[in-house]
């Protein structure tokens, strides 16, 4: 391994040189993929051996190695078929029938890779990028568990009477490749941190700038995700560099080809962020029923909200709609618990435990709405003379704010919501019109009446804002997640069957609950 890593550390990619640093990244692969042996969650049971033998490095060979890991995603090195032909035929450089022999078997083993390559001359696909790129999240993202001393696993199994657990005695050790990840600097920036000490060697320099755009470039990818991830969650860094970039939009502006749900006209980046992360609620609500999702979204829309601009029609009738599903569910939910605990009138033990077991879900539902309640707040203050189309959202389906004016935990909330219909209603009720109102009418005079509205007959509240935090050891999603993203990549075919690391049905196919288990801290409320 150590022998494998100096090459990849100190050896540049060259026409010369290209093919064996695709076979030592390929056998990379190969050896780390013990983990795939084992269970989703990391044990002291596990065996890693050449994993373990990258994290045995010294420093300065794994900050090289990460350094040229990324280097060689970044420059996208090219497989060098048009400079150099083998040739079978003898000619004055080659002088031994060996070298000719030698010469054939490589047009036979380089054939595939000719028409892989020759299948489109600018191709996203780059084998030595993409080899390095996967051996590098393997790298970065494996954290060893250990036992803490004077505890034995083998005893603990024996024992059935102990009272502590496995877990409770482990401890993950720390990772060299993932410390290097987030202590990488831009190499094109005085050398030099914020308090003016110049940094050492033991820094992964690396261009910033490229990095950027291929990032931008490669986004359609998976692993150029996670990648981003890692590094604006690790590195400080890179995350300022990014906030200071004055075209963002390389990283956040996508093609959406593959939304079909509606034809999205002259759609702001701000209202498609709304409606896809809208549509992903909704979708979580009857398939997933998972609970960090509908915060993960629930808490980016509630960030966005103060901020919104000419949110579209679209965008605002589906914010209105999230609302107008949550309550029905809400309300099933309260009928159904009152049902049941009148059929228990009689059982105490059964009327408790349906008290409780109904209050749970009810209460996540509870937190849910007000969540929502509190984004259209939100707008409402801050951005309503910029968000027209969400007034209008509002006003069109105003009878679902009605059954919770009097909700203890929602009637704040709710009242200046009615604050606001109230002044437009008023305007509507003040235009004499014959006729049907049509609906770029009553836009009109939402419009006209946006310049006089005042926010001062509001009740102002505590602004939301919420920050990401991830979990303490999210090994549990990234080890399998990791993996599923390099077998579906790498073009190796492994046995099915031997894998525990998560449930194979190779090809591999993505985690049905492909999101990353985060935690959100309200800043503001505990």
């Known amino acids: 391994m150590r022998n494998v890593l100096n090459f990849i550390a100190s050896v540049d990619v060259s026409p010369n040189t290209y093919f064996l640093h695709l076979e030592l990244l390929n056998f990379m692969i190969i050896a780390i993929s013990t983990q795939l042996l084992c269970g989703p969650s990391p044990g002291p049971n596990d065996v890693n051996p050449f994993l373990d033998a990258a994290m045995a490095q010294d420093s300065h060979l794994v900050t090289s190695v990460v350094c040229n890991l990324l280097l060689n995603y970044i420059t996208r ?14 000619d004055r450089s080659q002088n031994s029938v060996l070298k000719r022999v030698g010469s054939a078997a490589a047009n036979i083993v380089l054939l595939p890779f000719s028409y892989l390559i020759s299948s489109s ?32 696993v083998l005893k603990n199994q024996v024992s059935a009477s102990s009272d502590s657990s496995p877990k409770d005695n482990t401890y993950f050790s720390d990772n060299p490749y993932c410390r290097a990840l987030e202590r990488a600097i831009d190499c094109e920036l005085d050398c030099v941190d914020k308090e003016g000490n110049a940094h050492s060697d033991q820094h992964v320099k690396l261009p910033f700038a490229p990095l950027f755009d291929t990032l931008g470039m490669c986004l359609a990818d998976e692993t150029a995700v996670l990648l981003l991830y890692s590094f604006l969650q690790g590195n400080s860094t890179f995350l300022e560099y990014v906030l200071v970039r004055t075209d963002l939009d ?11 749900e509606r ?24 398939k997933l029923r998972d609970v960090y999702l509908h915060t993960t979204c629930l808490a980016t829309l509630a960030n966005m909200a103060p901020h919104v601009h000419r949110l579209s ?15 029905r569910k809400y309300n099933k939910l309260a009928d159904l618990r009152d049902g049941k605990l009148n059929i228990a009138e009689n059982n105490s033990i059964e009327r408790s ?17 007000r969540l929502v309640l509190e984004i259209i707040n939100a707008i409402l203050t801050y951005v309503l003379p910029q968000n027209p189309e969400v007034v209008y959202a509002i006003m069109h389906k105003q009878e679902v704010f009605q059954p919770f004016k009097n909700h203890p935990r929602f009637d704040e909330l709710v009242e200046n919501i009615y604050t606001v219909l109230d002044f437009f209603n008023s305007r509507m009720d003040a235009q004499r019109m ?43 999603f990234f080890i399998p ?26 090809p591999t196919k993505k985690l049905d609950n492909g999101v990353v288990r985060n935690t959100f801290q309200n800043d503001d409320f505990d």
């Open 77 to 90: 090195p090219r497989v060098p078929f048009n400079r150099a032909s083998y040739s079978i035929f003898y």
């Open 121 to 152: 001359s600018e191709g996203s696909r780059n084998p030595i990028a993409d080899s390095s790129l996967q051996v590098l999240l393997v790298l970065i993202h494996y954290h060893k568990c250990l036992v803490s001393e004077g505890y034995s």
């Open 250 to 260: 390389t990283l956040i502006l996508p093609t959406v080809p593959w939304y079909k």
């Open 263 to 286: 034809l999205l006209y002259q759609s702001s980046l701000g209202s498609l962020m709304v409606i896809i992360l809208i549509r992903t609620i909704q979708y979580n609500l009857s």
């Open 313 to 327: 029609a679209y965008a605002s009738q589906r914010l209105v709609s999230l609302f107008d599903m949550l309550s």
């Open 353 to 369: 435990s349906l008290v409780e077991d109904m209050s749970a879900e009810l209460q996540i539902y509870t937190d849910f709405l």
């Open 434 to 476: 014959n006729g049907d109102w049509s609906v770029n009418l009553v836009l009109q005079v939402i419009i006209m009446n946006c310049r006089s509205w005042h926010a001062d007959g509001m009740k102002m509240f505590t602004q939301l804002h919420f920050t990401y935090e991830q979990e303490s050891h999210p090994e549990e």
């Open 481 to 506: 997640y990791v993996w599923q993203l390099v077998l579906s990549r790498c073009g190796f075919e492994f046995n099915a069957g031997a894998i525990h690391l998560f449930p194979a049905d190779l």
